[in-house]
């Protein structure tokens, strides 16, 4: 059974589409994340949400909308992609906040690449 | 957030144990320290965290110093399958459960 689950795997676009990326936990957990990593490998945090609620918000471009339809699933939508958006995109999923005593678990990862 | 230093790269031996050193000065009281590995094209994988005592599972030992300024963790016998990045994050309720990733150590296990 896997924990938390992104689709699709692989994604592959031109400039300036609108695409959207999907996340799903099936842990019962309160809390999602999504997180970015680059070419250089450098992983960093773009939104949280905590019983679908924003947490977080990383000066992420607004190109990037997260959605939260209920606490199993936080997809991102992205606008008018660019070149600089090229990269792994990692959904993950916590118990809750509370007191920061909770692991994340994280899916596989999008790879998404702009033509 | 909490900066952390790791050494960039080590090597081990299968079937001995690898230790991964973390410098973590700036550590906040409520601040626990996690452990998380990537292993190439996967998912950020969970470890191991404590917040002040050392903590062992199935994985992995960690051990806090008593001051909380370091940590090590500790995979008691290598295998081919433990080579990844592994990174040191100190997190808790303070920075909303955000995990800042650094640059790791890259552990690679020899056979």
């Known amino acids: 059974d896997t924990a938390v689950s992104q689709t699709p795997k692989y994604l592959v676009t031109q400039m300036g589409n609108d695409k959207s990326i999907k996340c799903e936990q099936n842990l019962g957990h309160d809390t999602m994340y999504w997180y970015k990593q680059d070419s250089k490998k450098f992983l960093k945090i773009m939104f949280s949400y905590n019983n679908k609620e924003l947490i977080i918000n990383e000066t992420v471009p607004n190109r990037f909308s997260p959605k939260s339809p209920d606490k199993a699933h936080l997809n991102l939508h992205i606008n008018s992609l660019e070149l600089g958006d090229s990269a792994v995109y990692f959904c993950a999923s916590s118990q809750d906040l509370g007191d920061g005593n909770q692991p994340q678990h994280f899916g596989d990862g999008t790879r998404l690449s702009i033509l | 957030d909490a900066k952390t230093t790791q050494p960039p790269s080590m090597d081990c031996a299968e079937g001995r144990a690898a230790n991964l050193p973390c410098n973590h000065s700036t550590i906040s009281g409520n601040e626990y320290v996690y452990w998380y590995r990537q292993i190439h094209s996967q998912g950020p994988q969970y470890i191991i965290h404590?917040?002040?005592n050392n903590e062992t599972n199935e994985m992995a030992s960690l051990i806090i110093t008593e001051d909380r300024k370091s940590s090590t963790l500790i995979l008691p016998h290598a295998t081919l399958r433990d080579t990844a990045v592994y990174y040191c994050i100190p997190s808790g309720w303070i920075s909303y459960g955000k995990l800042t990733f650094g640059q790791g150590t890259i552990l690679t296990v020899h056979p």
């Open positions: 404590g917040l002040k």
